[in-house]
Nanobody
Framework: QVQPVESGGGLVQTGGSLKLSCVVSGSSLSMYVMAWFRQAPGNEREFVAG????????AYSDSVKGRFTISRDNVKNTVWLQMVRLEPEDTAVYYCAKTRLPFIARVPTVYDTWGQGTQVTVSS
């Protein structure tokens, strides 16, 4: 059974940085396109960043482009999200998810396995 587990969240001041990790167990990470989503209270879950199976292609939401970087190591079965210049609007629970689709999708409904999430709070 494939299970992603996120870590690395926390409380940081505006302008600070965090690096989230997602370790996937139960299957080889190289089989899946992976993505990070986030959900703030009262909001829908939104796409943050995605990466193809080999890591050759990445995609970002407009709100994080230039500040966040997604990467992966299929040997370590790990996906990361490096976040810099954080803003209060980035406050949310961040989720790692996989899809069987061969491309990066921005809608959460096509992702079939999710982690439990990690809280990121950015203070102003």
């Amino acid at each position: 059974q494939v299970q992603p587990v996120e870590s690395g969240g926390g409380l940081v001041q505006t302008g600070g940085s965090l690096k989230l990790s997602c370790v996937v167990s139960g299957s080889s990470l190289s089989m899946y396109v992976m993505a990070w989503f986030r959900q703030a209270p009262g909001n829908e879950r939104e796409f943050v960043a995605g990466i193809t199976k080999t890591g050759s292609t990445t995609a970002y939401s407009d709100s994080v482009k230039g500040r966040f970087t997604i990467s992966r190591d299929n040997v370590k079965n790990t996906v990361w999200l490096q976040m810099v210049r954080l803003e209060p609007e980035d406050t949310a629970v961040y989720y790692c998810a996989k899809t069987r689709l061969p491309f990066i999708a921005r809608v959460p409904t096509v992702y079939d396995t999710w982690g439990q999430g990690t809280q990121v709070t950015v203070s102003s």
